[in-house]
């Protein structure tokens, strides 16, 4: 069974005030802040995360129940560039993560960064802000 939680640490987190992030706000519950191990990048505009789940590093976010309203899914997927079906060439995918969230393990959709990370700055407090 698919999750209902999703896990965001960028431009959709509590803060910002894109379309996206106020139709996620509109659409699901707010459970909590949260973690999952990985690295976080600074891409410009936006940050993405890779996923490394034996690493130390920890990446902060937030975590939503969107409950039975997986169409808020897919306008994220769109937000996102997430081809459905999924698309290697991608610059996100879609995956669950094992995120810990007020002392509790939930598994959560992220949203991965996929392309390489080479030129991208690392974010070493794990934490995306506005002014990064």
Request: charged share 20%; aromatic share 12%; glycine share 10%.
């Amino acid at each position: 069974m698919d999750p209902t939680y999703l896990f965001v640490y960028g431009t959709l987190r509590p803060g910002f005030n894109n379309p996206f992030a106020q139709l996620l706000r509109a659409s699901a519950q707010y459970i909590g802040d949260g973690t999952l191990p990985g690295r976080l990048f600074d891409l410009g505009q936006y940050p993405g995360v890779v996923h490394d789940p034996s690493g130390p590093a920890l990446v902060r976010g937030s975590v939503y129940d969107f409950g039975k309203n997986k169409t808020i899914l897919d306008q994220l997927d769109h937000y996102e560039g997430v081809s459905n079906p999924p698309d290697p060439a991608d610059e996100y995918r879609r995956g669950v993560v094992t995120v810990v969230c007020n002392v509790t393990l939930l598994d959560c959709w992220v949203y991965l960064y996929n392309w390489p990370v080479d030129k991208a700055r690392l974010v070493a407090s794990g934490t995306y802000n506005i002014n990064e």
